[in-house]
């Protein structure tokens, strides 16, 4: 089983106007309510593809209870720890195609919550062969909770992939995931910013060289998501590069969400390297199309895995 | 009692954001979110001035219960005919005191809900004094719904209160409202447009004069809200003009359920003309200062009360 970790879930509300215009009160034409955040996109993705997956996380108030609602709708399991603070929402307003974004700011996390998540994480743990934790941290959390948990995991001989930014993500790296996932943007700002204390500088190839920096970090293997461009894979000594179809377009987070799932599902199945890493770009592009995140279109999945394929890159 | 009847009722958020920008992501700084639509609002402003009321309407989803929970909470009374559909949601981005409103469309009640509804009204009914019938209607219910609320509480000689818009207002005044509330914008666009079928055109003094037609059209009485210049009151062949304190500006929505919540109370307690009118421009001042609508700052109404009186005006 997958357990995905969503410790700051959303509602994710699109609406569709004619046209935004600040300082104006607009007529919403359309409105999709749907289960969001990183963890809870990947497991909703991993569910539609038939693998066995629980989501847990911290959810609270009317709108976690909402969210709970449509989760266990849509067939998907789920093992929350309830907390006071309401459910964050984000509010997307799309008109002719562009999107203007309001994120609410999520609840407060106490720290009897959060002990209490890591006992009931704890638990659920021994139930499966792969953890993924995604996304931000709420407010109140230590920054170091993904290293918490991803040394439980590894306490109980369970796969870690880790996919968040920040302190958070950095300090998860250093409790040693199976896989990290950073996007290169974050990576470049992350290497930019403590040049002074990295002690092997990149050398060679400019893509490989950033993302070994993350293995020496402590991850047991990196993906970073070169967005359009594709992926940089690296494990040990190996390393791969896989270009995108030149489809990829569109929905940049379900895209990323999408990816996570296929290295998660690689996990699970111990699917050898490099494949893991066509598929996730396969995934990636099949997801990229699609309006909202945490939806994947088959056909194009299907259509696309043949043609991917991915690159050994001269190790640095 | 005073029954306030609400067929549209809304969850109000509103959102503080450093400055609103098109296609862009905003960071939510403050969330506030509260029971809404027009008739909830005059309800939440009567319970807060110790007046007896019982909320009624059309509510459903999980919107829908969260404004009931927040109303019980309140400790407002409410007895609402639960609907399929999901109550609609008003989300206001506020930046540097200016407002960017994006409203939902609002659920479609079938016939069935409606009939329900009568059912449920013709029953609360009998417990009140005064009925105050505000807002829009939801798609799917007749235009003359608000018409047959009004027969239906006339039959049972309840004094009723109309302040609603387009068809659902004019069919409404058609059936005799005690008191049917208007704004000067409403009354000008309608009379403009219905200048062939008026037999008596507006003569005299430019704001009586169209008053007057709300009056031949069927209501009993009209207040006509002329926003920050005061309001116009007109029953029989007594006319009244009330100027508001110079200080009103801000909130208009909360103002004008202010208005409409003094002159519920008005006829509840049988206060005679035209004192009613002067009550009503006091809360709308003292409702205008207040960020968002169902609130009236008590210490702003007492002390504009007694400056404020209405001058009557010549018949026409």
Redesign the interface.
């Known amino acids: 089983m997958i357990l995905t970790v969503t410790l700051n879930p959303a509602l994710d509300v699109t ?1 569709t ?1 004619d046209a ?12 999709v309510s749907q289960p969001g955040g990183k963890g809870v996109n990947v497991a909703r993705i991993l569910h539609a593809v038939g693998e066995p997956v629980l989501v847990t996380g911290l959810l609270g108030g ?1 709108t976690g ?2 969210v709970m ?1 449509q989760l266990d709708a849509a067939g998907v399991p789920v093992s929350f720890v309830r907390i006071q603070g309401e459910c964050r929402r984000t ?1 997307t ?1 799309v008109d002719a195609g ?8 999520g609840p407060t996390v106490t720290p009897a919550e959060w002990g209490r998540f890591v006992e009931h994480y704890a638990a659920l743990v021994r139930l499966a062969r792969v953890v993924v934790l995604s996304g931000s941290l709420p407010t109140g959390l230590p920054a170091d909770a993904y290293a918490v948990l991803i040394r439980t995991a590894a306490a109980h001989r369970v796969r870690t992939i880790l996919d968040s930014s920040g302190e958070a993500l950095w300090l998860g790296i250093a409790a040693r995931p199976d896989i990290a996932k950073p996007d290169a943007e974050e990576l470049a700002e992350r290497l930019a910013a403590t040049a002074t204390v990295v002690s092997h500088p990149c050398i060679g190839d400019d893509d490989v060289g950033p993302a070994r920096q993350v293995l020496r970090l402590g991850a047991r293997a990196v993906v970073v998501s070169h967005g359009r461009r594709g992926l940089v894979g690296l494990t040990g000594d190996q390393a791969w590069r896989v270009a995108a179809p030149e489809a990829i377009t569109g929905n940049a987070a379900g895209a990323g969400d999408a990816c996570v799932a296929a290295l998660a599902r690689a996990l699970h199945d111990g699917t050898p390297w490099p494949a893991p890493l066509a598929d996730a770009v396969a995934m990636s592009a099949a997801a990229a199309g699609a309006p909202v995140a945490g939806v994947v279109d088959q056909d194009t999945y299907c259509r696309l895995r043949p043609y991917i394929a991915a690159t050994a890159q001269a190790a640095t």
Chains 1, 2 share one sequence.
């Open positions: 609406y106007v935004i215009s600040a300082h104006a009160t607009h007529r919403v034409r359309h409105v009317v209870a909402f609602t509010v307003v562009e999107a203007t974004g309001f994120w609410e700011p």
